[in-house]
């Protein structure tokens, strides 16, 4: 908690500007700056709100404070151009590599899967799964770490004495109690605030080495966390989904941008370049590597393809027991996913399983 006192200054007397120079973040003296723009007159004034400030925390359970000049501060948070003067958590910060996985409050059914398929095998391998604690794709990245006993963190858009959304209190005591952590920049007493998530976003990719896009709509906060990580320098992967399906819409674009493709914890792994990490996807782990990434619907209609070889569309429906559009949106899927192709009305299994 070294220096909390002066980032508190300087975060309420200067705000955002503290950043408008050339020094870059990470390399600031903050000690020598608080010397130079806090008069007497204004330390004395803030000194009153730091105690207040104080006083709200101490009534937070366990909660602890770590500053920009703080050694055991994010280390990969203090080098992105706006990094907070202050955090503010509950429970422990993970050591370990961090990806952040981010999607749709509203996720279908593929996306709910591929969401814990990739968190999960990530996050029982050793890698940490940041997340904003929003309902969706944001809940299921935590519950899919914390079933695996892996490590998580939620960064949160309001006071470290709140959660939002209020649903997510008993998720968010579950990542303080295994061993992951609750954090925020925004002030004890913070209300929650449709401005505070942007904020947030930048914190959520600038933890991580890179962001996972779980279905996002062209316009929405997924997209924002996705375009704060490229600014970042961060390495952005995105699962695709189906081309009927709005949801994917911004997942797609960002493929059309030069994202990476994301179809397993694998494709990650590699391109991350983590061989200790990648070496646990070794070909002898994953012989089954579609059980990992496809859903128990996609799994029905592959079965009945590698049972019985091509097959029409009215066929593999009646085989696989799915109805109407989402029968079609399934056979899509696998179609981006590259598992099949579509020939003169048949279907054909393109990437074969033992």
Known sequence: MRDYFTCFALR????????????????LDLTALAREV???????????DYEAERQLLSRVADAWVVSLSDDDYPRHLRHIPDPPLILYGRG????????????????????????????????RNGMCIVSGLARGIDAIAHEAALGTAGNTIAVMGCGIERVYPAGNRRLAQQIVNQGGAVITEFAPGSAVQPFNFPRRNRIISGMS??????????????????????????????????IFSAKSAGSHWLLQQGAHLAASALD????????????????????????????????????????QGAMGAEELRQGSGLEGPFFLEVLAELELLGYISHNSGRYYLERGTT
């Open 12 to 27: 309420e007397h200067l705000g955002s500007t503290i950043y408008r120079q050339e020094t870059p973040a990470g390399s």
């Open 38 to 48: 806090l008069s007497p007159s204004v330390r004395a004034r803030l000194q009153k």
């Open 92 to 123: 422990t910060l993970p050591p370990t590599p961090a990806l952040a996985v981010v999607g749709s409050r509203g996720p279908t059914a593929y996306g709910k899967e591929a969401t814990r398929s990739i968190a999960s095998d990530l996050a």
């Open 209 to 242: 080495l890179g962001v996972l896009v779980v279905e996002a709509a062209l316009k929405s906060g997924t997209m924002i966390t996705a375009r704060l990580a490229l600014n970042q320098g961060r390495e952005v992967f995105a699962v695709p989904g189906s």
């Open 268 to 307: 990650i792994a590699n391109e991350l370049s983590l061989p200790s990490l990648a070496a646990l996807f070794a070909p002898e782990n994953t012989s089954h590597i579609e059980d990992q990434t496809t859903s128990a619907e996609q799994r029905k209609i592959l079965s009945l393809l590698r049972d």
